[in-house]
């Protein structure tokens, strides 16, 4: 019988690089993606509140008889600015809160994993 001309090699196949499974992998990306998500969440809950600061410390005046009537330097009733902080301080409220849910999911995906 005649030998063939491309003998199996004699050595296994070699192992993924990180020698890690495609599992664990994969794990692992999902929570730096919900770190990734955490931080964007964070992030946009800093720049709502720092937006709330900053027009909470514009000093505006209102009348206490007429506060809808009452303009600023900038034109837009007293009331609108409120209604426009309540708005920012709410959003940044909820970002937080997001972030909040993220962190559990990433406890329970280690929990999960251990």
Known sequence: MNTHRNPRPRLSKQRTPDNEPATARHDRDEIDELISLMRDNLGKADAFITAAEREIQEAWSSSEDEPAATEDATGDSVLRRRS????????????VRAAAHTTEEIDNRRRRDA
């Open 84 to 95: 426009r902080i309540e708005h920012l301080v709410e959003a940044g409220k909820l970002a």
